[in-house]
């Protein structure tokens, strides 16, 4: 079991959900938690519960405040804000560039400020919550889809880059969460995401385990791992059977609209 008693853990996004979850599994674990959120009565609710401290405010520019309320070391950053904008190319810039902001450059930036730190010590652990529409996709919504992708393909960047310099990257890819994303999401979310939904303390516990282990993908719904093998081993048949549920979801949306 990796020892986490205190290490200096940031987690973004942890006013609820699965940051939260995050937050409060390595501060079980003995870290030292700075807990993040846009929404700053959440992030010092949760920040009390646990014994952490809130550092409220935008995930991409978080790192050099939580430094400092971390006595100036990051051992672990959990970049896990994000935002799930339903539609497709009829999206307007806006939706599309937020989505690229929260779900993609915030870790890049996360990342920029945390390297020559980590690369200087010869240590440091990078935790991206991607989604597993990162590995697969999610119907109703290319911005979220798209810039899932690229979060997984940057966390990967990262792992490949400098995992022999001493740098740990984990993937986080769930399916559906019992979260208020989840809550508010769409009819593809119902369709798609709640059946299978678990919770975010399920996801924290996936997580803590990759992280014992080593191991970059944490898969909290196993059954994903398989859907990607699918997908890379036959796309067309994979690709056919996702049009199926998009399908679906559009006789769903007719019958709601004739009611």
């Known amino acids: 079991m990796e020892d986490l008693r205190d290490s200096g853990v940031v987690v973004t996004g942890a006013g609820g959900g ?8 390595f501060a079980a674990r003995g870290a030292r938690v700075v807990v993040n959120d846009l929404d700053a009565g959440k992030a010092e609710a949760v920040a009390r519960e646990i014994g952490a401290t809130a550092v409220p405010g935008d995930a991409s520019e978080i790192v050099p405040a939580a430094r400092e309320a971390l006595g100036g070391r990051i051992d672990v950053f959990c970049a896990n804000a ?14 599309w560039d937020a989505a690229w902001d929260v ?5 890049v930036r996360a990342a920029r400020e945390l390297l020559p730190e980590w690369l200087e010590r010869g240590r440091g652990r990078f935790v991206a919550t991607v989604s597993a529409a990162g590995m697969l996709t999610m119907v109703g919504s290319a911005p979220y889809s798209v810039s899932k992708h690229a979060a997984l393909a940057f ?24 979260t208020d994303m989840l809550a508010s999401a769409s009819t593809a979310g119902d369709l798609v995401l709640k059946p299978t939904a678990i919770e ?6 996936a997580t ?14 196993p059954e994903a791992g398989r859907y990607a093998v699918a997908r890379a081993s036959d796309t067309d048949k994979w690709l056919d059977g996702m049009n199926h549920v998009q399908r679906k979801l ?10």
């Open 18 to 25: 699965i940051g939260a979850a995050l937050a409060r599994a």
């Open 82 to 95: 994000g935002i799930a904008p339903a539609g497709g190319p009829e999206a307007e810039d806006a939706v």
């Open 103 to 107: 779900n993609v450059m915030a870790h």
């Open 155 to 178: 966390a990967e960047w990262l792992s490949l880059t400098y995992r022999h310099r001493g740098i740990d990257v984990h993937a986080v890819c769930p399916q559906g969460v019992r």
């Open 200 to 205: 975010p303390e399920d996801v924290a516990r």
């Open 208 to 221: 803590l385990e990759a992280v014992d282990a080593g191991r970059f993908l944490v898969l909290p719904h």
């Open 250 to 259: 559009e006789t769903i949306q007719r019958d709601q609209q004739v009611r």
